[in-house]
């Protein structure tokens, strides 16, 4: 496994709305790859979020979502199962189910 993509576990990012402002902080709960930009997480907003590429200055920051390897991946869209199956993982807030 690379090495690179392995130290990102535990590691905080955050992702900024260009739109509203607005911003989220996630967290790497599995090894895999996460992208670039993500729709705006703000109910009112349909912008585009764009990853500060984990350069944050405050790791101790509270993430709200995380990034994981489902295990489940029969019971995902075709499309997501495709994006696991390419080693990408998946959104969900801290502390829900898989």
Known sequence: MDEEAQ???GRKNIYTCADCGGHIV????DTGVTPF???CKSPVC????R???YRVFDQNMRA????YKPSAIEMLSDAARDHVNKGG???RRVGQPS
């Open 64 to 67: 709200d979502w995380e990034w």
């Open 51 to 53: 990853s500060s590429m």
């Open 26 to 29: 996630t967290i790497d709960a």
């Open 46 to 49: 349909d912008g585009l979020m």
């Open 37 to 39: 930009m993500v729709r």
């Open 7 to 9: 130290s990102l576990i």
């Open 89 to 91: 993982l998946l959104m």
